[in-house]
């Protein structure tokens, strides 16, 4: 079975601080991707990586930044957390393309005061 | 950039009904897939459903697409309490950015025991 996961399922920091939000898949799988989840929204996407240290805007990537060093691995990092950045996190990962499944790690509910 | 949109936003029906939710897209696709996602969890996929095919079957699970009308619709069949979660459909813009999925804003789906 696939495995996302990610580092924390809850998380409050105040605001200006440096945040990070880990990522891990253990199937090789070639793409990654950061979703930010809120109520009437649906899930935007961030980021994505399409392969190590590659890394390309999704549809909200203001104030946010990501790396990707080894494959497995995706960090979403907010330099310097907002209130407007309180959230669900969700990171994905997929073996190809978009006619493969995408599996989801159990999402991180980031609040910032 | 939205391109799907569910409907209905919630539904509410008995254990052993069946559940019937929608959903609308804007441009063309290359594919639609399905996503369940438990309160406050990750999305987890439940079926894929290419542009060239019309209907499709996973168990309780029943998927048409109407790529005239550009809408699709999942049914649940005999639905069990274990089915209340939100539902989303996820599209691929055909020619459309590198592949990324866009997903709708989802339907809630809550079974009454």
């Known amino acids: 079975d696939v495995k996302v996961t990610q580092s924390s399922r809850y998380l409050v920091k105040r605001t200006g601080e440096k945040v990070f939000l880990e990522c891990v898949q253990d199937?090789?799988?070639?793409?990654m991707f950061w979703y930010r989840q809120d109520p009437g929204l649906g899930l935007r996407l961030i980021y994505f990586?399409?392969?190590?240290?590659?890394?390309e805007k999704g549809d909200i990537p203001e104030g946010y930044s990501v790396s990707r060093e080894k494959k497995e691995r995706f960090s979403l990092i907010l330099e310097s957390a907002s209130t407007n950045q309180t959230s669900m996190y969700l990171c994905?990962?997929?073996?190809?393309?978009?006619?493969?499944?995408?599996?989801f790690g159990p999402g991180t509910r980031l609040t910032v005061t | 950039s939205q391109q799907g949109e569910e409907d209905p936003q919630a539904l509410s029906i008995q254990e052993g009904e069946n559940a019937t939710m929608n959903c609308s897209y804007k441009?063309?696709?290359?594919?639609l897939q399905w996503y369940r996602q438990n309160s406050g969890r990750g999305l987890v996929h439940l079926i894929l459903?290419?542009?060239?095919?019309r209907e499709k079957h996973s168990g309780r699970l029943r998927v048409t697409l109407d790529t005239s009308k550009k809408s699709s619709s999942l049914l649940i069949t005999a639905s069990r309490a274990a089915d209340t979660a939100s539902y989303f459909c996820a599209t691929d813009a055909y020619g459309g950015s590198q592949g990324n999925l866009i997903f709708g804003k989802g339907t809630k789906l809550s079974v009454k025991p």
């Open positions: 990586s399409y392969d190590v240290k590659m890394k």
């Open positions: 199937m090789d799988h070639e793409n």
């Open positions: 441009t063309s696709i290359n594919n």
């Open positions: 994905a990962s997929r073996l190809g393309g978009p006619t493969y499944e995408q599996y």
């Open positions: 459903i290419r542009s060239n095919e």
